[in-house]
């Protein structure tokens, strides 16, 4: 049985940071690729960020490029999510969520429909 559990999320101050971490069970986490999202009250879902099953390529949405950094550890099935100059429209639950990839080692993916497994979400509140 696949589970994804995020954890590090909480209250904090417009400027500050956090660290989302997404421990993975269950399946090979180094032929996943694994992707962040976020959704607000009111919101649809969207992308945050992306990272091949290698590590090797990343994406971010703009709203994020240059604030937040994704990152792995596939010897402790981990993906993490560095945010740092957290503003109030980041509050949000963040999802990750992972996708069973044999192509190239860089794949990445954006879009949500794309992955087949989500975690439970973890909340992010960021107060101005």
């Known amino acids: 049985q696949v589970q994804l559990v995020e954890s590090g999320g909480g209250l904090v101050q417009a400027g500050g940071s956090l660290r989302l971490s997404c421990a993975a069970s269950?399946?090979?986490?180094?032929?996943?690729?694994m992707g962040w999202f976020r959704q607000a009250p009111g919101k649809e879902r969207e992308f945050v960020a992306a990272?091949?099953?290698?590590?090797?390529?990343?994406a971010y949405a703009d709203s994020v490029k240059g604030r937040f950094t994704v990152s792995r550890d596939n010897t402790k099935n981990t993906v993490y999510l560095q945010m740092n100059s957290l503003k109030p429209e980041d509050t949000a639950v963040y999802y990750c969520a992972a996708k069973k990839t044999l192509l190239s080692s860089s794949s990445l993916y954006t879009r949500g429909q794309d992955y087949a497994y989500w975690g439970q979400g973890t909340q992010v509140t960021v107060s101005s």
């Open positions: 269950g399946l090979t986490f180094s032929v996943n690729a």
């Open positions: 990272i091949s099953r290698s590590g090797d390529g990343t």
